[in-house]
Every structure is written in structure tokens, then in C-alpha cells.
């Protein structure tokens, strides 16, 4: 008897901090046939080394925020054709999706196609379900959320919370204080408040700030646009202070890396919901 097709998973996540939390579950999906789909981010290039990897066009309703809404419907476009020509070629058997809006479209193309979708709201929503959420939940057949806050909106959602309480002894650190909008969209409210505190004095320790692509890069202070995820990780490993936009990537990357300065600490555990998806996984390849 012929041996069954090995399931193909889809791994779609805008890049930053969204496909981050993917490679935290990949002991779920490493066995089996997968693809990425994300942005052509300095994390999604690392990725490409390793991985099959498709990158589609970035779309977020942060463009429009920030007076681009134009820009922002021409990507989206794009980024839907791109969409098809992935999925109609690739053909996954399932789709586990970390959000966000660049992945959306190819979240829609694979469930039209017959595909399982999984969809998990972002580590960064603690108490409403993010835009993401709220227009790929219908088409999930399976939800999962990482508050159980979020239960009142998701009643049906698997609820995998990965706070985790530590008492340990908080490694050395140096002092240096990280600020960082995540990889994509710049925040430069967050950067020149850090700016205007560092020039008033109140900020005593060495200053590294990532600030996004077309970032404010004040005068004073050391900024890049975007990291390699091996340095953000060094970085966040020597830092005693870090100042984020509040995304999924640098929350979970920061509570792991830093942790605070008083225990009990909190960190980031991907078992639970690791066990989940591959459980998921194995009756996908069983049918």
C-alpha cells in the first residue's frame, strides 16, 4: 500500500514578532513538510536560510495611521495576488497563523482551497482581540488565545497562557537601557521621549535604540533601523533596561532575555501550547 502524502503545514506570520512565536512552537511543526509565509524582514532573511520561505508585500492598518492609507491599499493588492500564487502552488493541508494583517490574505486563500486553519491571537493582546483576530477568527477551525481574558470574545478558543513565574537569581547585566519599536513601522513618539528623558539626564545608562524602518533617529542617541535576530538577542541578554512598543517579539523576547529586577520574574512557556499543535498535527496527518 502507498504510503499517505506528508501533511504540509503553512507557518504565516507578518515578520517580527509574530512569526517569532512561530519558531518558539516549532518542535509542533519541524516534522512535517512546512513553508513560511512573511515579509522580507531582516528576521523573515534568517528564516529563508533555513526554511522554505515566502515572502509577501507588508500590509498594516498602521500605514494608514501614519497617513499612508494609499500606500497601504496598493500593498494590499499586491500582497493578495502574492497570496494566491503561494498557496495555489504550495497547497497546505493546514495553516497555523500568528497573525497579522500581511498574512490575512493567505489565511483566506488556504481555506478556500480546503486547508485546516489555526488561528492564535497575539501574545500581546491581554484583554480585546486585535484586528487580526477579529476578521481571520471566522475562518479558524481551530482558535487559541494567551489570555484567558480573551475567552469572552472567544468563547470556543483553547486558552494557552505562557506567563510562568520564576525565583531565580537575575543574571549580570550592563548598563544599558534598549529601546525598541519592533522591525517594521516606526514609533517616534517612543523614541524622542527617550531622547528628551536622556537629554534631561534621567536616563544615566548607555542608550541603543532600534527604531523601525524611516525612524526618528534623534541627535545624541545610538539608533539603527532594524537588528539581525542574533544581535537583538545578544543585545537583550546585556541589557538591564528595555523599553518596547509592546509587540509580541519583544515581549516574549525581552521577559526571557531580561527579566526583572526583583523576583518572582516572569518568562515565556511555549509547552503548553507547543503539546496542543502537535496533537493538531498528528490528526491532520491521520485523516
Not at 17 to 46: C, I, K, M, N
Not at 121 to 136: M, N, Y
Not at 262 to 275: F, K, N
Request: contains cysteine.
Amino acid at each position: 500500500m502507498p504510503s499517505k502524502r506528508k501533511l504540509r503545514v503553512c507557518l504565516a506570520a507578518s515578520g517580527g514578532g509574530h512569526v517569532r512565536q512561530l519558531l518558539d512552537l516549532s518542535p509542533a511543526w519541524a516534522g512535517h513538510d512546512h513553508f513560511f509565509v512573511t515579509e522580507r524582514t531582516a528576521l523573515g532573511a534568517s528564516i529563508a536560510k533555513e526554511h522554505r520561505t515566502h515572502f509577501v508585500e507588508h500590509v498594516a492598518l498602521g500605514q494608514a495611521r501614519l497617513g499612508s492609507p494609499v500606500r497601504m491599499a496598493f500593498a494590499a493588492v499586491r500582497n493578495f495576488f502574492q497570496s494566491a500564487a503561494i498557496i495555489l502552488r504550495e497547497r497546505p493541508g493546514v495553516v497555523i497563523s500568528t497573525g497579522a494583517g500581511s498574512v490575512y490574505f493567505s489565511v483566506l486563500w488556504a481555506r478556500l482551497l480546503g486547508a485546516r486553519v489555526v488561528v492564535i491571537e497575539s501574545f500581546a493582546r491581554f484583554d480585546r482581540l486585535s484586528a487580526f483576530a477579529r476578521i481571520a477568527g471566522p475562518l479558524a477551525h481551530h482558535k487559541v488565545v494567551q489570555s484567558p481574558a480573551l475567552s469572552a470574545f472567544w468563547p470556543d478558543a483553547e486558552v494557552f497562557d505562557p506567563l510562568r513565574m520564576i525565583d531565580e537569581p537575575r543574571p549580570a547585566k550592563k548598563p544599558l537601557l534598549f529601546a525598541t519599536v519592533g522591525a517594521t513601522l516606526p514609533f517616534d513618539r517612543l523614541v524622542e521621549s527617550v531622547a528628551a528623558l536622556k537629554r534631561r539626564g534621567e536616563i544615566p545608562e548607555e542608550i541603543l535604540v532600534q527604531t523601525g524602518i524611516g525612524g526618528a533617529a534623534p541627535a545624541g542617541l545610538e539608533t539603527v533601523e532594524t537588528l539581525p535576530f542574533d544581535e537583538v538577542l545578544a543585545i537583550l541578554r546585556d541589557a538591564d533596561i528595555v523599553v518596547c512598543h509592546g509587540g509580541t517579539g519583544s515581549l516574549i523576547t525581552a521577559l526571557r532575555e531580561v527579566r526583572s529586577h526583583e523576583p518572582p520574574r516572569a518568562t515565556s512557556d511555549p509547552v503548553a501550547l507547543t503539546t496542543y499543535l502537535t496533537g493538531l498535527l498528528s490528526k491532520a496527518q491521520a485523516r
